[in-house]
């Protein structure tokens, strides 16, 4: 029952983020084509924002299918790395779109020769960006409870919609009064809202292939609940890292009492062992090494 649930939970998810990365994909096409004939750069730095957002939709869809498939004898932990090396492209496309962006805003605030921007226009597609924008969040949200790539999903197009209302901030000021330096500093304000969440998605990136503890993760405190279990002597090599966002994964060798292991009583210890992390830590794949305390005089070189 539970693995059908889960089947139909991780089918539920996959057709919401292909409707969400129809909607995206279509009006990235429209944006871009607007910014070109209107002269924005406020769009196009949008449409830069909102093919990060695509990206990161394509990721998500992609790793929720190759989720499923169950690892090889090359892959042992499966797959879900592709899911980080994915996350890096994008991280990286982002930093060079705000750069452009960042650079292209300076230069046109401070050229005296600007090209005409077609403020009307460039509010109109603006405004038709956001209802996207909305739409594409209307689909997700439902299943932000059900999978950590939707959730992840969602909050990419919910960022996405603050550079829609500078687009149509940045359009209504030129409609109204001429001003089309508005177009620069809002494409300015797109750009800095992308760089920290490019920063972001690279710090992410970084601890998972450099694996770090993930964030919020205590050893110290792991070890102390493992000290902390009836039969347990002591506890090294304690580790614990991700495969990739939202999946950690767990090792250590524990120090036993002499009578846990002449009793039989391993099993009962592992299971009082693997519910404390799921419970306090949710790590749900555990891996522990039982050993007795005569056994550390053959590891004194990994101890040193």
């Excluded at 209107?38 to 990060?52: F, I, K, N, R, V």
């Excluded at 403020?119 to 969040?137: D, H, R, S, T």
């Excluded at 522990?288 to 005569?294: H, K, M, N, S, V």
Aim: charged share 15%.
């Amino acid at each position: 029952m539970h693995d059908h649930d889960s089947a139909a939970h991780g089918s539920s998810s996959r057709r919401r983020l292909a409707i969400a990365l129809g909607i995206t994909a279509a009006f990235l096409v429209v944006e871009v084509v607007g910014a070109l004939i209107t002269g924005s750069l406020t769009l196009l730095a949008d449409a830069g924002h909102m093919a990060s957002d695509v990206i990161a939709l394509v990721i998500a869809l992609v790793a929720s299918a190759v989720a499923a498939r169950p690892p090889s004898e090359r892959s042992t932990f499966g797959y879900r790395r592709a899911e980080v090396l994915g996350a890096m492209v994008n991280a990286l496309l982002l930093i060079g779109v705000a750069l452009w962006v960042g650079v292209e805003a300076v230069i046109r605030l401070l050229s005296v020769d600007r090209a005409e921007i077609l403020g009307g226009p460039m509010l109109i597609v603006a405004i038709v960006g956001l209802g996207a924008n909305i739409a594409a969040a209307l689909v997700l949200r439902s299943g932000t409870s059900e999978s950590m790539n939707v959730r992840g999903a969602y909050l990419e197009v919910l960022g996405d919609m603050i550079g829609s209302v500078a687009a149509i901030v940045a359009g209504i000021v030129i409609v109204t009064t001429g001003f089309d330096r508005a177009d620069s500093i809002a494409s300015l304000a797109v750009a800095a809202l992308i760089v920290p969440r490019a920063i972001a998605l690279l710090r992410d990136v970084t601890s998972v292939l450099t694996e770090s503890a993930p964030t919020g993760t205590s050893v110290a405190e792991i070890r102390s609940h493992i000290l902390g279990t009836d039969g347990v002597v002591d506890a090294h090599d304690v580790h614990v890292w991700q495969i990739t966002a939202g999946a950690p994964v767990f090792t250590a060798h524990v120090v036993v009492e002499p009578g846990v292991l002449e009793s039989g009583g391993a099993d009962d210890l592992l299971d009082r062992l693997s519910k404390c992390l799921v419970g306090h830590f949710d790590v749900a794949h555990s891996t522990f090494q039982l050993e007795p305390a005569t056994h550390a005089d053959h590891e004194e070189s990994q101890h040193a």
